[in-house]
């Protein structure tokens, strides 16, 4: 799918950012194409680690928690050249181990560096036949996880790599009854053929098509929490503790709307669900307590009323086109019709940021006029379409009027990369309140570290970015498509 993002500039002056820098670094990559950047804290020290790796050598700088630099190593690499590199944790004696995934997603390459030695250690870690694909993967407590599906079976194995041990755990969810609104009951591996389980970020406001996927994840200290929301009736939640793999079941009614419901979805975060159903006639939103399903908050909006907690113009997308505004509540409800609907909230500080949102694609193929066959060539065109809206949460889950919210330090920082167009290749890493940007400038061969906070440096500038849920994007160290 086509990555997207938009850039919609309020103000035509510039805006100084909460940004400093931090330091540089001379450093030379070649083969810039075929590259990547990732950064990595240790949980026991603070430690910063950043690794930069061409088609000849890996780099790692190593920095204490106030980000001055206190150790490198660089090594050759041969065997990683053709892989990519997908995740980095701290092991014992502070020495970090890289994961080097196979194109063919088969195989892995763990290579451990000993940042005093100067030397490196390599394992191989093959998956089993069976395997069908890769869920996702994710970072936690020094360690390094995989979701992962295998062909055919009604489970998915979660896979634990630390200190050089593999700890393997079948999730079985064979036993768990799938039904959709109109009582009929469906497989597990049905399920997830038809909506695949996506991966939440909880530290940048997910972008629209992902806030509308129908199955979650969602990734927290000591546990997993998967959300289904293909019926229109309730959310169907399974919590999965990362220690044991006991596999937790429950459900949290929909809101219930006058007319037949049309799209449904839901959000996790800081212990709430999130949940909004829509039609044609009415618009709805609840917030409840994850652990007793108690509702916290409830709102019905109908296609006639104005929404009073709007922070944002309704706004329309097709495909790359220009945005527009849709200047009721009943044109931005007609508009959601068709599309899945979606929610994505982030917390910063005592509010909560939330967008609602619909999506939809479809694809297809035309047949081009060509002089040498009958039928013509067979040329394939994508469709998308959005539309969404932004609103402010506060601590007592009231919705609060602020037309000038600041930008967050995540905004700032993509914000950044939008007008520093030579950037290409970089990586974020979220510590306490602020972000660390890392990123190559191929001009001067540097390798450069700077801050990014929330907030304006000069007053009354407004907020530059209209579409935070499409611009905050978690930065990525490379283009991985697991499937």
Known sequence: MKKLLLLFFLFSKMVLFSQTLLNTFPLNLNNLGNTQILNVEDEKTNDIYACAWDNKTINILKYNKSLFRTGQFSDSIKNEASRNLIGCIIGQENKPTLYWISQNFKNFLITTYD??????????????????????????????????????LEHLLLYKFKDGNCE????????????????????????????????????????????????KLYVLDDQIILTFDYALLKTQVFQINLNSGEITEKALNLPTSKKTSKTSNSFYNDKKLFQTVANTEEFLFEIKDFDSGNTIKKYAISKNDSIPFKNSPFIMQINDEAPRQLKTTAKFLKNLD???????????????????????????????????????ERVPYYLSKMVYFDGVLDENMDFVKDKKVAPFAIDNLFYYLSIHKNITLFDSLKLKDYYILSYYDSGSKQ?????FTDGFMMEDNGNPIMNKALFSNPASFGDIKLK
């Open 115 to 152: 940042m005093n030695s100067k030397k490196s250690e390599s394992l191989n870690f093959d998956f089993p036949a069976n395997n069908d694909y890769i869920v996702t993967y994710f970072q936690q407590k020094n360690a390094f996880y995989i979701v992962a599906k295998e062909k055919d």
């Open 168 to 215: 393997i755990k079948m999730l079985d969810f064979s036993s768990f009854t799938f039904k959709n609104e109109n009582n009929q009951s469906f497989s597990f591996n049905l399920l997830l053929k038809r909506f695949p389980i996506k991966k939440m970020e909880s530290d940048v406001l997910n972008p629209v098509d992902l806030a509308s996927k129908i199955s």
């Open 338 to 376: 068709g599309l899945t609907a979606g929610i994505s909230v982030l917390k910063s500080k005592k509010n909560n940021f939330i967008t609602f949102s619909g999506f939809g694609e479809y694809s297809d193929y035309y047949y081009q006029q060509d002089a040498f066959g009958d039928f013509g």
């Open 447 to 451: 390798f450069i570290m700077r801050k």
